[in-house]
Nanobody, 118 residues
Framework: QVQLVESGGGLVQAGGSLRLSCAAS????????MGWYRQAPGKKRELVAI???????NYGDSVIGRVTLFRDNAKNTVDLQLDSLKPEDTGIYYC????????????WGQGTQVTVSS
């Protein structure tokens, strides 16, 4: 099994930047992609950014132009940097790994709270 441990988050001011880190451990050979999702209060979990092993990337519409994903395949880590923060970026941010063993499965971290103050 794969375990994900996140760090970073907290209270940040609008207009600032945040950086979140995530490290995977366990049976990491099956990881085919890593990234970040977030969930605002009362809303569904949504994609922030993800990068697959083959280089394909996908970004959430609301963060395009403000997000940078740093993925180290050898170390099984993924860092998220989000700039020009807005109050609507507030939410719980979850690290995600797509793991393929018998079939593709999503593995989630415990989540880290990000609050953007206006």
């Amino acid at each position: 099994q794969v375990q994900l441990v996140e760090s970073g988050g907290g209270l940040v001011q609008a207009g600032g930047s945040l950086r979140l880190s995530c490290a995977a451990s366990g049976n990491t050979l099956g990881i085919s992609g890593m990234g970040w999702y977030r969930q605002a209060p009362g809303k569904k979990r949504e994609l922030v950014a993800i990068k697959m092993n083959d280089g394909r990337r996908n970004y959430g519409d609301s963060v395009i132009g403000r997000v940078t994903l740093f993925r180290d395949n050898a170390k099984n880590t993924v860092d998220l940097q989000l700039d020009s923060l807005k109050p609507e970026d507030t939410g719980i941010y979850y690290c995600n790994a797509v793991v393929i063993e018998v079939m593709a499965e999503d593995v989630w971290g415990q989540g880290t709270q990000v609050t953007v103050s206006s």
